[in-house]
């Protein structure tokens, strides 16, 4: 697999961010790319100050996703 054909995973952490991993493009409601390491965590609980990261605000409102 080429460097660029890098398989793009999404892993989603228990009341916690989805983390996107690999070589991908992230474009923001502006139409512009945001720039990232390859490593990003997004918000899933909607209390982040830093969307669509996540800034550990889950932490400070006990999140608790649908997973039993």
Known sequence: MEKN????????F???PCEVKGNFSLIG????EI???GTIHLCR??????KPFC????H???????AE
């Not at 609980?45 to 830093?50: D, E, I, M, R, T």
Request: aromatic content about 2%.
């Open 5 to 12: 054909d890098e398989k793009v995973i999404v892993k989603v």
């Open 14 to 16: 228990p009341d916690g």
């Open 29 to 32: 409601r502006d139409g512009k």
């Open 35 to 37: 720039p990232n390491n």
């Open 45 to 50: 609980c909607g209390a982040s100050k830093n």
């Open 55 to 58: 800034d550990g605000a889950h």
């Open 60 to 66: 400070k409102i006990d999140f608790k996703d649908d």
